[in-house]
């Protein structure tokens, strides 16, 4: 077999997403034995669950921010870190938590609210936690990724 992007050159590797094979000036590019098109899929990708991301914590923050306003700045402000931080949270808990199949979830109701409950309640206080660090990663890997 021989490298994909240099077929006169015989692969060492293979892709680790596709499998095309790869030399070695194509296999140590990156930190892993992948193709530069599986690696752009994967920035992209990338690039768009952080955007995901902070476009949700900080439009629905700013949202229900707005909607605070009647009572003073600082509640503004205070409602805006719990909304964000319950997003940002969201999106923690659920890289963790099992999801339910609808089977369980039709069968089980009782169970399926508890476990919503904790799920809420979890991505809440881990999301006040994670908010400041969360942010300032996925602004610094925006940042990187846009330089690709």
């Known amino acids: 077999m021989n490298c994909f992007f240099h077929p006169a050159v015989p692969a060492v590797s293979q892709c680790v997403e596709c499998g095309k094979g790869l030399c070695v000036s194509c ?8 193709c530069r098109n599986c690696n752009h899929a994967r920035a992209g990708n990338e690039l768009k ?8 914590s900080i439009g629905a ?6 909607g605070a ?8 402000v205070v ?3 719990c909304v ?5 949270g969201w999106f923690s808990v659920g890289a963790y938590m099992p999801r339910l199949s609808s089977l369980y ?9 508890i476990y919503w409950l904790i799920k809420v309640v979890a991505a809440f206080f881990i ?13 610094k890997r925006l940042k990187e990724l846009n330089k690709l």
């Open 84 to 88: 964000a931080s319950l997003v940002v």
């Open 27 to 34: 296999a140590t590019q990156y930190s892993i034995s992948i």
């Open 105 to 113: 979830t039709i069968f089980f109701f009782r169970s399926t609210v």
């Open 79 to 81: 409602t805006f870190y």
């Open 61 to 66: 923050g700013l949202v229900f921010a707005l």
């Open 127 to 139: 999301g006040l936690l994670l908010l400041p660090f969360r942010t300032v990663k996925n602004f």
């Open 49 to 56: 669950a952080i955007r995901k991301e902070l476009g949700m």
């Open 69 to 76: 306003m009647s009572g003073g700045l600082m509640a503004a």
